[in-house]
């Protein structure tokens, strides 16, 4: 279980991936300009889920967020997300709005 404090993170191809029944919380994070600002995902078959992580009081900007979670779950929860969002995969809750498929918010 990581716990990340007040960190930025800039344009990188992922801010964060949380893979193979990991576990991260989150908080005061800036994630600017990521090609995807969150992935969780199964990467290898012996975990049997993939990862999650609890995103609070946070700020994510870009022209489009891409946020993406596989046999995963994602929590963002009290932050702000200026410009478009797209959510890919299943259980993405966004301050309360859950994702089970594609959805591109504008």
Request: charge should be positive; hydrophobic fraction near 35%; avoid cysteine.
């Amino acid at each position: 279980k990581a716990n990340i404090i007040k960190t930025k993170l800039e344009k990188n191809n992922i801010g964060v991936a949380i893979k193979d029944y990991s576990e991260a919380i989150m908080e005061k994070m800036n994630f600017f300009e990521n090609n995807i600002q969150l992935s969780a995902y199964k990467k290898n078959l012996q975990y049997g889920l993939g990862g999650n992580a609890i995103i609070r009081n946070s700020i994510f900007r870009n022209d489009v967020n891409k946020f993406h979670s596989q046999n995963s779950k994602l929590i963002i929860d009290n932050s702000k997300i200026y410009g478009k969002i797209i959510t890919e995969g299943e259980d993405i809750d966004i301050d309360g709005w859950k994702s089970n498929i594609t959805k591109i918010w504008v």
